[in-house]
């Protein structure tokens, strides 16, 4: 037997059952006549079907070999669907502005992010996405000390939507789901050119969270840009760095490049 045969959907997909809810998701979206969307995951097609009334172009990737010849027989009478037969995580993504729109696949939950957010030079504008409410609640609470979540909170917006109950599901998983929404921010808190950088900052300053802002940033800053930093971000120098809001990491870094040499940059 082939190895294309093999391939299977991920485990942790769970498809929707509510023909309701699905178009109820779809509408929540925002998908209009012009957007092209990307739906990842799209299993027997429960959004794909509402999608394809909405937009002007979708692609619905799914892996499972036996979902996609369901999912591509049901949309031969839409000529705006494609269909592809592949792991999301190994597809070309659109190379013109594209909108994600899926109940995703629970087990490359965080994969799928990275695709979609650790570049933001990519064209992905915004998303809707159905996943584990625990891992809705982790990419939007605030303040966060997770340096790659807060990457992505300099150039989108994330928040979460709805609980959708397990029952909504087959097979059900076992905890509830939620909606996250994505949306770029225009403009965003950080230039692009300086994301990496940006991450760098923030991998360094939260190993310990729980250290003081005028202690953490002793190896970059010196004590008068510390005294400067501080009264800008209007704390006190002894504030625990992982309480600090997305903007107010922003003004860190920017406080970083207008008075700080690059010499005494992150490398």
């Given at each position: 037997m082939?190895k ?6 991920f ?9 309701r809810?699905a178009?109820g ?10 957007d092209q969307?990307?739906?990842i995951?799209?299993g027997?097609?429960a959004?794909?079907?509402?999608l ?19 999912l ?12 592809i037969?592949k ?8 190379d ?6 899926s109940?995703?696949?629970?087990s490359?939950?965080t994969?799928?992010?990275k ?6 030079e990519?064209p992905?504008?915004n ?6 409410k625990g ?16 990457a992505?909170r ?15 599901f087959?097979p ?6 939620a ?6 921010k225009?403009?965003?808190l950080?230039?692009v ?14 190993k310990h ?23 800008t971000?209007?704390k006190s ?7 600090l809001?997305?903007?107010?990491w ?18």
């Amino acid at each position: 037997m082939s190895k294309k045969k093999l391939r299977k959907n991920f485990p942790g997909q769970h498809l929707m059952k509510s023909k309701r809810l699905a178009a109820g998701i779809v509408e929540m979206s925002g998908v209009g006549p012009e957007d092209q969307v990307v739906e990842i995951g799209a299993g027997k097609g429960a959004l794909t079907v509402h999608l394809a009334q909405k937009a002007k172009k979708v692609i619905a990737i799914e892996n499972d070999l036996s979902f996609a010849k369901i999912l591509r027989e049901e949309m031969k009478p839409h000529r705006n669907v494609r269909v592809i037969e592949k792991d999301f995580l190994e597809v070309n993504l659109p190379d013109k502005p594209y909108s994600v729109v899926s109940n995703i696949p629970y087990s490359i939950t965080t994969p799928i992010l990275k695709r979609l957010m650790d570049r933001p030079e990519n064209p992905f504008q915004n998303g809707l996405l159905v996943m584990e409410k625990g891992a809705a609640k982790r990419f939007t609470s605030h303040p966060s000390t997770n340096p790659r979540i807060l990457a992505w909170r300099m150039y989108f917006d994330l928040t979460m939507g709805r609980t959708i109950a397990r029952y909504h599901f087959a097979p059900p998983p076992k905890v509830d789901s939620a909606v996250l929404f994505i949306k770029r921010k225009a403009p965003p808190l950080i230039p692009v050119r300086f994301r990496t950088l940006f991450f760098k900052l923030a991998s360094y300053a939260l190993k310990h969270p729980e250290l003081p802002v005028g202690e953490v940033f002793r190896g970059i800053f010196t004590a008068p840009q510390i005294t400067h930093l501080v009264k800008t971000l209007k704390k006190s120098r002894n504030t625990p760095v992982g309480r600090l809001s997305d903007t107010e990491w922003a003004v860190v870094f920017h406080t970083m490049v207008r008075h700080v040499p690059p010499y005494r940059w992150l490398k």
